[in-house]
């Protein structure tokens, strides 16, 4: 691992019409423009889509590393995120962040063992610690069949 600070760069480029290229060094391009909601045409990812796909991204991640660390055994991980956006006194904001996860295991875990993890991924998840939004999490641990 690198020494802290770490640095992340991107790049945003756009023309009066179209979509935006997203791009870093490195990475494939991605468009984006504006979601459906705001009269965008829905077919490209948006900021907010990022926002909360970068949580949904980064609770998994944390997960993987703390059950590395832990030896901890799973088959599959899915994370729905669920971001509300809504008008506030600041202006509009993202007010509410649920995170849906539904964790995989193999026979025999102890379903409170794996639970604890995830809770623990998600209290080190940087992304969402980052974020000035209420943040909301269930859980749901499955055995593998």
């Not at 020494?3 to 997203?22: D, L, M």
């Not at 829905?42 to 909360?52: I, K, R, Y």
């Not at 849906?100 to 063992?113: E, N, W």
Request: aromatic share 8%.
């Amino acid at each position: 691992m690198q020494a802290f600070p770490h640095h992340y760069k991107v790049n945003a480029s756009a023309r009066q019409e179209g979509a935006i290229t997203v791009s870093a060094d490195g990475l494939p391009d991605i468009e984006s423009g504006p979601p459906a909601s705001f009269g965008g045409s829905g077919d490209v990812w948006s900021p907010e889509d990022f926002f909360v796909a970068a949580a949904a991204d980064c609770l998994i991640l944390t997960f993987r590393a703390l059950a590395r660390m832990k030896k901890f055994e799973w088959v599959a991980f899915d994370c729905q995120g669920d971001g509300v956006l809504d008008k506030t006194d600041e202006g509009l904001k993202f007010t509410e962040l649920h995170l849906r996860a539904k964790l995989t295991v193999p026979a025999g875990t102890d379903p409170a063992q794996a639970e604890e993890l995830v809770l623990k991924a998600k209290k080190g998840c940087l992304v969402t610690k980052s974020m000035a939004t209420e943040i909301f999490l269930t859980c749901e641990i499955e055995t593998a069949g």
